[in-house]
Nanobody
């Protein structure tokens, strides 16, 4: 089992920056990918950024060059999403995501979400 707890959301003006964090605890040794998804009102949840393997990263086209995902494995796994040059269309609930893989099964885990609001 893996637990994910996000923090760092809030209200920011367009053009500003914000960093959200996610701490993963539990059976973190089986995690092989962590990242962030977001869901805006009335829209489907979408991938924002993912980090997997030996820090291989993947970004949504809409955030490339503005957002940076990073991971700190010092104690528990902490995943950061640095968001720069924020736009009103970045407004959404941001969910931390982790995928675990063992020889027996693959599982997806989600955090409770943190809201990011970008005002114009």
């Amino acid at each position: 089992q893996v637990q994910l707890v996000e923090s760092g959301g809030g209200l920011v003006q367009a053009g500003g920056s914000l960093r959200v964090s996610c701490v993963a605890s539990g059976t973190t040794s089986s995690i092989n990918a962590v990242g962030w998804y977001r869901q805006a009102p009335g829209k489907q949840r979408e991938l924002v950024a993912l980090i997997s393997g030996r820090d291989s990263t993947k970004y949504a086209d809409s955030v490339k060059g503005r957002f940076t995902i990073s991971r700190d494995n010092a104690n528990e796994i902490t995943v950061y999403l640095q968001m720069n040059s924020l736009k009103p269309e970045d407004t959404a609930d941001y969910y931390c995501y982790a995928k675990t893989q063992t020889p027996w099964r693959t599982r997806d885990y989600w955090g409770q979400g943190t809201r990011v609001t970008v005002s114009s």
